[in-house]
């Protein structure tokens, strides 16, 4: 395990110390090499896991007194299963990271919780291989391996706790080293970065020219102190220093993207196109259609009437196995209306551009298999009116 992993909590340190193999693999703390005996009285070795609760790179107190098992069903010393401390058997979970378990074990110290979790991987790990070492006493889970673990393994700056509560780590791995572009970092593309950079995707990259200014502040994400305003920071650099907090990958560009840039697009997995101006779409769109990259382009139209806003939120997708139907001008905008006035047809509302990006991350997520895709769409549309969801253009 890294130091930087273990140096900030007393109880990591020790199990470290006292000869443990621990790593942190995919939000779980894990003790390796733990010795049981099998059905047949086989001394065996498996790995035992626990959730992992952290503030910050300290640990907390552990929430629970249960952890699972990687292995055959651990047994006593004449082949009986450890009926008293197995919860549920025979359950084989893909955890995430490669991680996988067999059995729920559950033990706890009488009338308490467990202080630390040195005291709660000790007292699992000693009432499994106190069994093997009844039978091999050299049998023993305080190998003295410690496994080093690079910084470059994940891509947050702190170990992701919500992942693994939820169990949805082997789901977070069909996403998770993709580069990702965002071009265009109106209210829109604000929260798709947002939502984005709580995924394991390896790079971020964030493509705008324009300054942060005091209206855009009231369509992205979070809060902005006062004074802050007065750096007149770019769009990019705004973000990058909120988002570089959490996630390693964030690489602002200040540009407009233009036939000099485009070629930054081509080494992305998937972008997300977050423009308000039509004209610039046709360009980059031919340009990641030459180059096999999947894109989704959002958007909205809002009218102001006499009982209040109305309008659609759009969601169009492109992949290599779908594209004809974005040149459909009713699918992606590729030209202003001339008779339009900006004053009238760009309305925006938080709301609406955090729901907008909202359904365009989903639909991301499900074309890689993140959430079930029944539907297959690519495009929909968000009625405001009347709180309706039209999908189109099913591959």
């Not at 259609?289 to 969601?315: C, K, N, Y």
Request: glycine share 10%.
């Amino acid at each position: 395990m890294s130091a930087p992993r273990t140096s900030r909590s007393p109880d990591l340190r020790r199990l470290v110390g006292d000869g443990y193999d621990v790593a942190i693999v995919a939000g779980f703390l894990v003790v390796r090499d733990v010795p049981y005996v099998d059905r047949h009285r086989r001394v065996r070795r498996g790995h035992l896991v626990s959730r992992l609760d952290l503030a910050g790179d300290r640990t907390v107190a552990p929430r629970d007194h249960q952890a699972w098992f990687g292995g055959a069903l651990p047994c006593d010393r004449e082949g009986r299963p450890l009926v008293n401390m197995v919860h549920a058997q025979h359950q084989r979970r893909d955890l995430g990271g490669g991680l996988i378990v067999d059995h729920l074990l559950c033990s706890r110290p009488i009338g308490r919780e467990f202080v630390d979790y040195h005291e709660k991987m000790v007292t699992f790990v000693e009432q499994i291989s106190a069994h093997a070492a009844a039978l091999d006493p050299t049998a023993t889970a305080r190998t003295g391996r410690i496994v080093a673990a690079g910084a470059g393994e994940s891509p947050f700056h702190y170990v992701d706790t919500a992942t693994p509560r939820s169990g949805i780590g082997r789901l977070s791995e069909r996403i998770a080293g993709q580069t990702i572009g965002i071009v265009g970092l109106g209210g829109t593309g604000g929260y798709v970065l947002d939502f984005v950079s709580k995924t394991p995707v390896s790079r971020i990259h964030l493509f705008d020219d324009d300054q942060f200014l005091q209206h855009n502040a009231f369509r992205t994400p979070g809060a902005v102190a006062l004074d802050e305003f007065a750096e007149r920071r770019a769009k990019v650099d705004h973000f990058d220093r909120i988002y570089s907090r959490l996630h390693r990958g964030i690489v602002p560009h200040r540009m407009r993207m233009g036939p000099a840039t485009l070629s930054l697009l081509d080494r992305m997995d998937f972008v997300f196109l977050c423009l308000d101006e039509p004209a610039i779409k046709r360009p980059l769109i031919e340009r990641l259609e030459d180059r096999g990259v999947g894109f989704i382009d959002v958007g909205m139209g809002l009218q102001a009437a006499d009982g209040g806003l109305t309008g659609i939120v759009r969601v169009t997708t492109s992949t290599p196995t779908m594209r004809d139907h974005v040149w459909d001008r009713r699918r992606i905008p590729l030209a202003a209306d001339p008779a339009a006035d900006p004053y009238e047809t760009n309305i925006q509302v938080v709301e609406l551009n955090a729901l907008n990006a909202a359904l365009a991350v989903i639909r991301w997520k499900r074309l890689y298999g993140f959430y079930m895709d029944t539907e297959a769409e690519h495009f929909s549309t968000y009625a405001i009116d009347g709180n309706h969801i039209v999908n189109d253009d099913r591959h």
